[in-house]
């Protein structure tokens, strides 16, 4: 059983180009969450997804970001015009059910770099 | 205030030590607790959950006190091994979000 898979595991991009970070769960966890992680802090919750619908996305700046959890495919974080803010680990996580009670079960994560 | 607040260190212990690091919480319904391990520049992986009563695994051991809202992990014997950071997270309400502490770096050495 695959765990979480993220791609690419890095990522240059010059500022102002877009960047897409790609997340397959689990296989039968149908509930995915990425984060952001800046050097030196913590893990900071960017949005929650279910198939096909965002659950939770307050943790998302309203700029620039957007993510989706197809019906088909991985999960997307695109991130559009990037700016040398951006530049971080993105990890995505996956459950099998509800967030709480379940096991975050996290990818390799995507290691973006703005120049 | 943060959430999840955890004291970064780093803690530098010898081999064999018995360390234990403390997280507090400010959200007092808050209803599930982990402790998450990270190596450096890798994934977080999945310590131990903490119970109410106190769980131990091994050489970890979870306290959760919830009238001073904080919880604790100790760590036995310490390896080599052992060193890494370990996040505290909270999942309040059992909602949606997972709240992670900044982490307590561990170097354990020989």
């Known amino acids: 059983n695959a765990g979480v898979m993220q791609n690419p595991r890095h990522l240059v991009r010059r500022r102002g180009q877009e960047a897409r970070l790609r997340c397959s769960p689990m296989k039968g966890h149908s509930h995915v969450y990425w984060y952001r992680q800046l050097p030196e802090e913590g893990l900071k919750f960017m949005v929650y997804?279910?198939?096909?619908?965002?659950?939770?996305e307050s943790g998302m700046p309203k700029e620039r970001f957007s993510a989706e959890f197809p019906k088909e495919g991985p999960s997307i974080l695109r991130i559009q015009q990037v700016v040398r803010g951006d530049s971080a680990a993105y990890f995505c996580?996956?459950?099998?059910?509800?967030?709480?009670?379940?096991?975050?079960?996290f990818g390799p994560g995507t290691r973006l770099t703005v120049l | 205030r943060k959430e999840v607040e955890q004291d970064p260190g780093p803690f530098n212990v010898p081999e064999g030590a018995t360390v234990a690091f403390n997280c507090t919480y400010s959200?007092?319904?808050?209803?599930?607790f982990f402790w998450y391990r990270q190596d450096c520049r890798k994934e977080p992986k999945l310590l131990m959950s903490v119970y109410s009563s106190g769980n131990e695994d091994g050489r970890f051991t979870a306290q959760l006190n919830r009238a001073s809202q904080y919880i604790s992990l100790l760590i036995r014997d310490s390896k080599l091994s052992d060193s890494a950071t370990y996040l505290c997270?909270?999942?309040?309400?059992?909602?949606?979000?997972?709240?992670f502490g900044t982490g307590t770096s561990l170097t354990v050495i020989p």
């Open positions: 959200n007092s319904a808050s209803q599930s």
């Open positions: 997270v909270v999942n309040p309400h059992n909602g949606n979000q997972f709240y």
């Open positions: 997804l279910q198939k096909e619908n965002i659950i939770d």
């Open positions: 996580a996956s459950t099998q059910g509800l967030a709480g009670s379940s096991e975050q079960f």
